[in-house]
């Protein structure tokens, strides 16, 4: 099995580094994130064997599970929803939360970075689209957001992350990601003591739209693993 994921792999790898041409971007600043919710470990241990370093898990309980097996071989990232009481157990293990979606967790994250003398790594989840079903603070809320964070020590805030709404035609995605750069240029240049040098967008449906409009790092599940689901 391990020839058809490297074969996948090869394949995103591909097409990252043509939507990087098409917009004169470097490959070198686009992170494949590999979705690996409901991926058996040991497929995870061939993923790495081909060469990818970054998983992506939307729950905690699956990531901490994982971990135990792989632990710190590969790097880390929380991509879902996470609730309050199950922060503390990523301490120490997550590189990076591209999940963070309103003030509360902000205030939770920064307490227990205190506590623990290490900042969070954090990426602030924005719903751009505006649709219900969707976790994120809505662009309007981003001003008095940022306005509270810039004081938190425990919290690092890198960049903004987003999810476009699932479409037929991934070119329609294309406003959603763009909105998501000029927000994210728009605090940058407000607040240049923030280092907000990543843009979390781009799934397996419309990756290469996200890459054209600036991703630093997607997120790519199925169009790697969705053989190997359990
Ligand atoms: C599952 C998931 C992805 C990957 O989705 P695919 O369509 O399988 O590539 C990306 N981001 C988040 C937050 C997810 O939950």
Redesign the pocket.
Known sequence: MQGTLSKRIEMVNERIAKACHRSGRSTSEVKLVA?T?RVAVENMRDALQCGLDTF?E?RVQELLNKYEDIGKAVKWHL??HLQRNKAKYLAGKVELIHSLDRLELALLLDKLGNDQGIPWQVLVQVNVSGEDTKYGLSPEELPEFFDVVQDLQGIKVRGLMT?APLEDDPEKTRPVFRNLRLLRDQIAQERPHFDLCHLSMG???DFEIAVEEGATLV?????IFSSFYQ
């Open positions: 979705v919710k992506g939307n991509i879902g999810m799934m397996t449906n997120r790519i599940g199925s169009a």
